[in-house]
């Protein structure tokens, strides 16, 4: 499975942006789709998470809730997030992530195909 994001740009605080991510490949091993963001030397930061089949569940970080959306166009095979209210600790690169099991997982290694990431850099 290939990912390929894009949508990634420098926007002011308080802005919105919306992020896009096409999978390529192997798609039908895909029970799952996330994001996460990583910031130059340190560990990815889970974001949300869909399932790509069925009712298409949904979890988020508690920094993601509220302001972050993710979306899902199984025909397309592309998975979104629809990002408001930006603030200047959202800087970071979001990498697009792909996994079999569908489980919703906040762990990085429960993803097992990565995008190389789009960068957001907010500035307030």
């Known amino acids: 499975v290939e990912l390929a994001e894009s949508g990634g740009m420098s926007v002011e605080a308080g802005g919105s942006l919306t992020l896009s991510c096409v999978a390529s490949?192997?798609?039908?091993?895909?029970?799952?789709m996330g994001w996460f963001r990583q910031v130059s030397g340190k560990e990815p930061e889970f974001i949300a998470a869909i399932k790509w089949t069925g009712d298409g569940a949904t979890r988020y970080s508690d920094s993601a809730r509220g302001r972050f959306t993710i979306l899902r166009d199984i025909a397309k095979h592309t998975v979104s997030l629809q990002m408001t209210n930006l603030k200047s600790e959202d800087t970071a690169v979001y990498r697009c992530?792909?996994?079999?099991?569908?489980?919703?997982?906040?762990?990085?290694?429960?993803?097992?195909?990565w995008g190389r990431g789009t960068q957001v850099t907010v500035s307030s």
């Open positions: 992530t792909a996994d079999q099991l569908g489980f919703l997982s906040d762990w990085a290694s429960a993803h097992e195909f």
């Open positions: 490949g192997r798609t039908h091993l895909i029970a799952g």
